[in-house]
Structure formats: structure tokens, C-alpha cells
């Protein structure tokens, strides 16, 4: 059994978006294990150049990049912001979309295990502060690792809203580097159910595509009239 191996880390959990709407009611899964597949091996692919380490399941998985032997540690977060652009592009070349959350911490991980409170705080805020197709990191989170200024002028700071609406996070908010095509699959996607169905699926996109435009500057041209 190989020696468990402790250090800070920033912490990336990520998972497929709107995964239970998609294997509700199927019955061959083929549709959705060959491009996972196929995307997990591009995540493999990548762990060297990129520095992380990966732990994938299911519809999604962990990647730590630990930081001890880093000098300047703007340079992991460039990595991370940058990997995390990519994988939302990888998945949006295989009809899928992702969501996710980055923290930072104390891990601890073997071949076959990952534990630290980073690791569950992660899964957390991907699960209250993300309802949309985005990878969020709390600014809360990275200036344990740096001072926000020294970071701030490159990336842009926003009011993310929680599940129920009752909360805000600031977060930096990662979109696919493509994100004309991003947009324009979600509101495919949102035109497509809603007129061919399933229903839950229609309202499912409508509601993430109104989010999205009404949420982030970026996509306000696209907005219906």
C-alpha cells in the first residue's frame, strides 16, 4: 500500500451538469460512458503538464493541485482557472456540460484516496453556489492562498447566488474558452426539450439559460426579447 502523501492543495471537484435528468428513465447508458470515457482519458492525458492529480468517478471526479513547491503561487491558479476552462471545452465537445468548485487546503491522498475538510467543501459549494454550467472559486477560498489584489486585476469578481436565492458567494465564475458555443448549446438545448420534450427536461435548460443571461454580463446579447 503505497504512503499517503499530505500538502495544501487547491481542490477542483467537478461533475457532469444536469446528469440525473439525463440517465432518468434510460435504459442503454453507451450515450453517456464513451464520452466520459473519452474525456477522462483526456483529463489523464494532462495531469503531468498541468501539475494536478486526478481521482475520476462516476460522472466526475477531484483534481488537487498541491502548492508547497510552487514559488509563486499566482502560477497554480493560472493553471487551475485555465484547466478548468478546458475541461468545460472537452466536455462541451462531447454534448455534455460541467459544473464545479475550487478550494484550498490541507489534503491528504493515496493511488485510491483522497481526504481533507478541502476536499468536502468543494463537493459543498459546487452544491450550493453553482446551479448553473460553471466552475466557481470563493474569493474566501483563494485569499488563504494569496491576497485577492494580487490577483483581482485579472480575473473579474461575482455575486454568485445560491440554490435557493436566500445567500450570495463572491466567486470568480470559469466559462468554456469557447463560450459562444457554450451559450448557444444551453439555449439549443433549452429550445430543443422545450418544443420535443421531455417536459422536465425543457423547463430543466429554460430555467439554467435564464440564469445564465440574466446573471452574467457576458451572454446579455443573447438575450430573448
Not at 462516476?58 to 475541461?87: H, M, N, W
Not at 425543457?202 to 426579447?225: A, I, S, V, Y
Request: proline residues 5%; hydrophobic residues 40%.
Amino acid at each position: 500500500m503505497s504512503k499517503p502523501r499530505t500538502a495544501n492543495c487547491l481542490t477542483l471537484f467537478f461533475d457532469t451538469f444536469g446528469f440525473s435528468e439525463l440517465v432518468t428513465g434510460m435504459e442503454d447508458f453507451s450515450s453517456l460512458i464513451e464520452p466520459l470515457l473519452s474525456i477522462w482519458d483526456w483529463v489523464e492525458s494532462r495531469q503531468k503538464s498541468s501539475g494536478f492529480v486526478p481521482f475520476l468517478f462516476s460522472d466526475g471526479g477531484y483534481l488537487i493541485y498541491p502548492t508547497e513547491d510552487i514559488t509563486d503561487k499566482r502560477d497554480v491558479l493560472r493553471q487551475c482557472f485555465a484547466d478548468a476552462s478546458r475541461l468545460m471545452d472537452e466536455f462541451l465537445r462531447h454534448q455534455l456540460f460541467v459544473r464545479g468548485a475550487v478550494t484550498y487546503g490541507r489534503v491528504s491522498w493515496t493511488e485510491r484516496l483522497l481526504v481533507g475538510d478541502a476536499v468536502v467543501r468543494a463537493a459543498r459549494l459546487e452544491s450550493s453556489f453553482c446551479p448553473g454550467p460553471f466552475i466557481i472559486i470563493p474569493v474566501k477560498e483563494i485569499k488563504e492562498l494569496l491576497s485577492a489584489e494580487e490577483f483581482i486585476a485579472e480575473y473579474k469578481v461575482t455575486k454568485v447566488p445560491d440554490k435557493q436565492k436566500t445567500a450570495t458567494a463572491q466567486c470568480y465564475v470559469v466559462f468554456p474558452v469557447e463560450d459562444t458555443l457554450y451559450i448557444e448549446a444551453v439555449i439549443g438545448n433549452a429550445e430543443r426539450f422545450t418544443t420535443d420534450g421531455p417536459w422536465r427536461h425543457g423547463r430543466f435548460w429554460d430555467e439554467t439559460l435564464t440564469f445564465l443571461l440574466t446573471n452574467f454580463p457576458q451572454f446579455e446579447k443573447w438575450k430573448r426579447k
